[in-house]
């Protein structure tokens, strides 16, 4: 029995349902509602977050530490490259999409326009919103200057890299929040990962409430 | 040639050094004040920060591919445990004090305190402290809870999860903000990895106009 308790627009789950999917590993997807803060659940990961991958009797937290998990047990096709400098690169990427990505973008945008109605947290403030708006500019122009010189984002192979970057980028895009146009690079980049049969069932997804633009779904956009 | 730059109080910096102290690794420690923005350091990392660990030509960033690098190429003593399950342990936990544990208590606390004096960037806001001496108590006895029923954090092996929780609250100790007496098994826990050689050279670092309280530096406090 493997089971992924998710929500359909959090990055970290993202990343890890086109990691499953990436290796053909099938999974039974479970929608997790966080801030219920259900007991059951917190029992299973007691830092109340989604992603939790479970296998049998074994129960996965943190996104990063369930991508080794899955690579090691799972290895293909492999989503880290082959020496350990060029998967130093990988994860450092993993990282800066995971954590600065993160908490300067998605945290302002996704979060105030979203989760907070979601939760029925109280009403997006405007200037978080704006900061996000601001910061989401040079994260683009980052991805645009690093695929000049790359076939994909940390080289010459695919990897966990593209999918953390792909995964926030792809929830921005639900609402809207993207402009793919800054740069040619930045936007084959993003046709190329999208593009994978491993994105199918995310851009399926629909959120009671939230419609996505057009170009969403699109494989053309 | 090997090079970490680095900051005296900064949780990440610190595991990586406890990682390279303990696999015996020596390095060049540089101190880089991130906030001064210095144009030849955002070469190195755009992220703009610290640790950055330089091996003569490479260039590697972002504390968990830093370690994982160190941990592929520096298998001795192992910082990971055998099994893939054991080893998805050991990085949740590292996750949960990289992430959740760094922006709920080290954030709010070490950073109001310290970082925003040496980047002369505003006033300590109370709020946050106060948001951190409250979080900081769950914490511990999510610690003191681990311990109850293991030898180390993640299991029966010191791990990079000891590390991680150590690193963060190791900062925090310097600023008298841990009340160590919230359980035995965490104060027994903290003992047994501050007696580590590998963190001596933590507890001899001192932040000039910060004087840390007289327990900081006792391996029997």
Same mark, same amino acid.
């Given at each position: ?13 993202? @990343? ?5 999917a ?10 997790? @509602?966080?801030?219920d ?8 990961n007691?830092? #109340? @977050?989604v992603?939790?991958? !479970?296998?049998d *009797?074994?129960?996965l937290?943190?996104s990063?530490a369930?991508f080794?998990?899955?690579? *090691? $047990?799972?290895? /293909?096709?492999?989503? =880290? ?5 060029? !998967? ?14 993160h908490?300067?973008?998605t ?6 326009? $979203?989760?907070?109605? =979601?939760? !029925? ?9 704006k900061?996000?708006? @601001?910061?989401?500019?040079y994260?683009?122009?980052?991805? #645009?200057?690093?695929? *000049?010189?790359?076939?994909?984002l940390?080289?010459?192979?695919m ?17 809207? /929040?993207?402009d ?12 190329k ?11 399926? /997804? ?9 170009h ?5 956009f």
């Open positions: 029995m493997r089971r992924l308790y998710h929500q359909p627009l959090s990055p970290f789950c993202r @990343k890890i349902r086109l990691v499953l990436e290796k053909k590993i099938e999974v039974e997807l479970v929608e997790e @509602k966080t801030w803060r259900r007991i059951d659940f917190l029992r299973l007691p830092a #109340g @977050k992603p939790v991958l !479970r296998v *009797e074994l129960v937290a943190e990063s369930i080794e998990y899955l690579e *090691e $047990v799972y290895p /293909d096709p492999p989503l =880290l490259p082959r020496t350990a400098a060029e !998967r130093a690169e990988a994860r450092r990427l993993e990282g800066w999409f995971d954590d600065k990505f908490h300067e973008v945290a302002n945008l996704l979060y105030e326009r $979203v989760n907070r109605r =979601l939760a !029925r947290s109280g009403y997006p403030e405007s200037a978080r919103i900061e996000g708006a @601001k910061n989401i500019k994260h683009l122009d980052y991805i #645009g200057w690093l695929m *000049e010189g790359r076939r994909w940390a080289g010459d192979q990897s966990i890299a593209d999918f953390a970057a792909a995964a926030q980028l792809s929830c921005l895009d639900y609402i809207g /929040d993207v793919w146009n800054r740069s040619e690079p930045l936007k084959e980049w993003y046709a990962v999208k593009s994978r049969p491993a994105f199918r069932s995310l851009l399926a /997804d629909l959120l009671p409430g939230f419609t996505p633009p057009e969403y779904a699109d494989l053309d």
